[in-house]
């Protein structure tokens, strides 16, 4: 079974519009930490947010919120207030943290266009 | 703001040689790792290196590779025989903790086998 399962190959939203990529996970560990990170068409792998499984709030971290839904497992990531400059792709993953295992597994990535 | 820096950026070589892509993480950080993204695929977890010594490596991370830390301050990934499907851009990133906190990512180095 996949680890980190992004559905949306692709999403288009409108400049100035708020946004949710998908992104559900799968673990019998509780200890983990969920990520997003964006790659730009330059290929830089640039981090947005953080979530431990512990955490009682979500992340913000600017115009980036992550939607965190512990019970069906998604961390879904909100951009508000959409940017030319976020189109890009994005990628949620996950680290386990208590199994030794302290590398991160990767989804598939949604590729975000956000239009003029 | 500190960063992880990867050299070279790009690197063309020949099916069978060996090719060295190197790191510079950021200085405080203790774990380092490598990862690797073929061309329109996820990024995929290669190996992570703490205290001068591999601390996990994936299935991919084979006796074809090998991660050196020779000095303070580089640490380096060896692909001896490289292969086509070796093509790809590896990430090296650099992270405080192992628990918490985030990886920091360099920019890439992108290997292209011919």
């Known amino acids: 079974a996949q680890k980190i399962t992004q559905t949306q190959p692709g999403m288009f939203v409108q400049e100035k519009e708020a946004v949710t990529l998908d992104c559900t996970y799968d673990t019998s560990d509780p200890s983990y930490g969920l990520f997003w990170y964006k790659q730009p068409s330059s290929g830089e792998m640039i981090f947005l947010i953080y979530q431990g499984s512990y955490d009682q709030q979500n992340a913000t971290e600017g115009r980036y919120s992550l939607n965190f839904q512990k019970a069906r497992k998604s961390a879904n990531l909100v951009i508000s207030a959409s940017q030319l400059g976020d189109s890009a792709m994005y990628f949620c993953a996950m680290r386990e943290g208590s199994t030794g295992a302290n590398n991160l597994f990767f989804g598939t990535g949604t590729r975000l266009t956000v239009i003029p | 703001e500190p960063e992880v820096t990867q050299t070279p950026s790009h690197q063309v070589t020949q099916m069978g040689q060996e090719v060295i892509l190197r790191c510079v993480p950021i200085?405080?950080?203790?774990?380092f790792y490598w990862y690797r993204q073929i061309l329109g695929q996820k990024v995929e977890f290669l190996v992570s290196f703490y205290n001068n010594e591999i601390s996990e490596k994936s299935e991919i991370f084979d006796d074809q590779f090998s991660v050196e830390r020779p000095d303070g301050s580089n640490f380096t990934l060896k692909i001896r025989s490289t292969k086509l499907e070796d093509s790809a851009m590896y990430f090296c990133?650099?992270?405080?903790?192992?628990?918490?906190?985030?990886?920091?990512f360099g920019e890439g180095s992108r290997l292209t086998v011919l």
């Open positions: 990133a650099s992270s405080e903790a192992r628990y918490t906190g985030e990886l920091f």
């Open positions: 200085s405080n950080h203790l774990y």
